[in-house]
């Protein structure tokens, strides 16, 4: 990569930089004016979405009961449980070859009283090959009684190859390096309601990564990328820093989302006074809407709609932590695509899902969907090249008073093409 490519490419034009800002500022700001003076007081969630019959729906746990005669709770909400746990063990394969175990857990949970109150979760997805590689994540998503407050965390310890392409398109899909290292992330942000369904907060966002190693046919990962910064051989790389958080969320149930609009803004500071190898910053803007074509709360046929920016506004960002498909806020983007396939400065991600019912009582759903991305970087230019994936998959119910639902996704992108298994929904 040539040093004059290199300079354009890492130093931003003040233009570019001012309309970001002012795109990202000034939509929350509509949305601000336009929500918070526009609910109505004494809100409380619609009964068609805070309340459901699930007496009419059936799960693989109905279908337990059946098999050993256990005579199940009757009427809707009978069981009074507010804890509904989901648990899902499976294999896939990893990079640089084998299986790995995962174990996936999903709990919703409700804080308080379910009218006035959205179902929160926590997930628990650890796992190993039994080889030295492993993970620990776990995250939170939880709604305080009456939506007062939404706690936000991601904590993760794993130690796991992934591949990489470098930025933007200057690698083909074969030419690739796996990059191992130990990884620590440390994510907790708080928001309080400013008004019905928006929230304002802040947080502290960590990144870790120890004993990078990336070695290719005797190319090391800064000769691979031509990058200078966090890509140094059994190297490390810090980023520690504060965020200012805008979240606008009206679904009822965060696991399997029915309807509702889901908005959130972050922008995260990296000072070296915390820790940080070089201070930089960036933004985040995620943007969902849920179109349901049935009035039924038991039945599911609806259209999810998902867009996200995010970019770094600075030069001296490590590597790995520049934005990449497929490390969004809950890693959920890029089905169809390598984690990682595309990473650059600025990256713009598309994605539509539409999702129905197979049978009456929505124990089987299918879901067909398609994404596509913009990355800036070598041989890409944001919002001139894109790349497309299209796919589809199969839902069964776990749990119907959770709307937990089994996930199997199948994907297939330009020169790549991938199963994908997990508990709840993508967005």
């Known amino acids: 990569m040539g040093k004059a490519y290199m300079r354009n490419y890492l130093f931003v034009t003040n233009k570019y930089l001012l309309c970001v800002k002012l795109i990202a500022f000034s939509f929350i700001l509509a949305f601000v004016s336009n929500t918070c003076f526009a609910q109505r007081p004494g809100y409380e969630l619609e009964p068609s979405r805070s309340k459901a019959d699930t007496t009419k729906q059936r799960d693989l746990i109905d279908l337990g009961k059946d098999l050993l005669n256990i005579d199940p709770p009757r009427g809707p909400d009978s069981s009074g449980k507010t804890l509904y746990f989901s648990f899902l063990p499976f294999s896939t394969t990893v990079p640089g070859g084998g299986q790995a175990l995962i ?249 539509a899902e539409y999702r129905r019912d197979i049978t009456n009582n929505g124990l089987l759903g299918f879901v067909l969907f398609t994404n596509a991305n913009t990355v800036s970087g070598v041989n890409s230019q944001i919002l001139k090249d894109w790349n497309q994936a299209i796919g589809g998959g199969l839902r069964i119910k776990f749990n119907k008073s959770s709307g937990t639902n089994i996930a199997i996704d199948f994907g297939k992108s330009k020169g790549f093409s991938g199963f994908q298994v997990g508990l709840d929904e993508v967005f």
């Open 103 to 351: 174990t996936s857990t999903t709990a919703g949970f409700y804080t308080g009283n379910r009218k006035t109150t959205h179902m929160s979760r926590v997930s628990f997805t650890p796992y190993t090959n039994f080889k030295g590689r492993f993970g620990l994540p776990i995250r939170s998503y939880v709604w305080l009684k009456n939506n007062e407050w939404v706690i936000m965390g991601d904590t993760r310890l794993m130690k796991y190859p992934q591949y990489t392409w470098g930025l933007g398109k200057q690698h083909e899909g074969d030419d690739k390096l796996l990059v191992d290292y130990t990884y620590f992330r440390f994510y907790q942000h708080a928001l309080r309601k400013i008004c019905d369904g928006m929230f304002a907060g802040i947080g502290y966002n960590l990144d870790y990564r120890v004993n990078i190693d990336a070695e290719k046919d005797g190319v090391l990962l800064k000769d691979y990328t031509g990058y200078q910064y966090g890509t140094d051989d059994f190297g490390r790389s810090l980023s520690s820093g504060l965020s200012f958080n805008i979240l606008y969320d009206t679904r009822s149930n965060s696991i399997n989302p029915m309807d509702g609009y889901y908005a959130y803004f972050q922008y995260r500071l990296n000072p070296s006074f915390l820790g940080s190898d070089n201070t930089w910053s960036s933004v985040y803007l995620d943007l969902r809407k849920y179109l349901r074509f049935t009035e039924d709360p038991n039945r599911q046929n609806m259209l999810g709609i998902w867009g996200y920016y995010w970019s770094v506004l600075d030069r001296k960002v490590p590597y790995l932590d520049l934005p990449s498909v497929g490390w969004d806020v809950y890693n959920r983007s890029g089905r169809g695509f390598d984690q990682n396939r595309f990473r650059g400065r600025h990256l713009i991600y598309l994605e």
